[in-house]
């Protein structure tokens, strides 16, 4: 196991430097002038030369790259240039909220998309499978946002009142209403999310039902549950596993719309705001914050593969993998 977590984080790292090379070179590219936009249109040309300065954009692209990845590597994610925070404190503030928002889409992901997948494996070919399969496919076609402004127009116009639609209520300040104004925001992430785990599962399961280890099990009388559970089920979550850790990167940054349009302060929000405004150093941090996440979630899953499949651990720990 050991063997397996160094050959995924060592391999992890060409994979983070080319996302920082590829995410300060479009963002660089990008048209708008950081120091334009600080000082004003009407500024005079000593005063947009001194905030170009100060912001160094005057020094070449790559140097400017070098000193941003030597600050990283020293933990210093820079310092915003709208309001001179550091940029460190600044992701913390807003990584709590985004980090609820996901939690609590994984969590409905998983609760209701891998029983349905499992009842729909189950009652292959019934009435109560072809129900789950349209809603599943109903699910993945109807993207996130258009789930969010569903739930706006039902809660904010047609039952107000029964739940918050806009803002966020802190999770220190109250529990209860904190996890209220979480809870639409939270399902327009997991809605497509839940119908595509639920198909794949459905899928899968019916594969490993349909090996002969089961068919053995059965004429050997094992009782069916102990089946289904035990052994269809935990060989039928490898590919569901992959998928939810992407998912769980993809509910980090895709988040965006979704907080925008609950008005949800989360690391989301912040990346469009300070994208609007050409807050570099804020832009790019949060961008590969996100990739940082979604790279260990990634990781996490290769490592739960070998908890899962004692297979795929003896293979890296005999050097065959």
């Not at 995924?8 to 660089?28: D, E, M, N, Q």
């Amino acid at each position: 196991m050991l063997r397996m977590t160094v050959s995924r984080l060592v391999s992890a790292v060409p994979v983070l430097l080319l996302i920082s090379i590829v995410a300060f070179t479009l963002l660089r590219l990008a048209p708008g002038d950081p120091a334009l936009l600080s000082v004003g249109l009407e500024a005079p040309p000593e005063a947009l030369a001194k905030a170009r300065a100060d912001m160094r954009l005057d020094d070449p692209m790559w140097m400017q790259y070098f000193t941003w990845l030597g600050d990283l590597v020293r933990g210093d994610l820079g310092t915003s240039y709208s309001d001179k925070s550091p940029v460190t404190q600044t992701i913390a503030d807003r990584l709590p909220i985004t980090l609820q928002l996901a939690v609590m889409a994984l969590f409905m992901i998983i609760a209701v998309g891998v029983p349905l997948g499992v009842i729909s494996a189950l009652r292959a070919n019934t009435f109560v499978d072809q129900v789950i399969r349209v809603g599943s496919l109903a699910g993945i076609s109807v993207p996130n946002f258009v789930v969010a402004l569903f739930l706006v127009l039902i809660f904010g116009w047609w039952f107000p009142g029964y739940m918050p639609y806009q803002g966020y209520t802190p999770f220190g300040e109250n529990m209860v209403e904190s996890l209220r104004s979480t809870l639409l925001p939270a399902f327009a992430l997991a809605a497509p999310q839940i119908g595509l785990v639920a198909r794949l599962t459905r899928s899968s399961m019916l594969e490993v039902m349909g090996q002969e280890y089961v068919s053995a099990a059965r004429a050997m009388g094992v009782r069916e549950r102990v089946i289904i559970w035990k052994d269809t089920l935990r060989n039928a979550l490898l590919p569901v596993i992959t998928v939810l850790g992407v998912q769980t990167g993809f509910l980090l940054g895709g988040s965006v719309v979704v907080e925008t349009v609950f008005g949800i302060p989360g690391l989301g929000r912040l990346l469009v705001e300070s994208f609007t405004i050409r807050d570099y150093p804020i832009t790019i941090g949060v961008m590969m914050f996100i990739a940082a996440v979604f790279v260990f979630v990634n990781i996490v899953v290769d490592l739960l593969y070998g908890v899962i499949n004692p297979r795929i651990r003896i293979g890296y720990a005999s050097g065959k993998e």
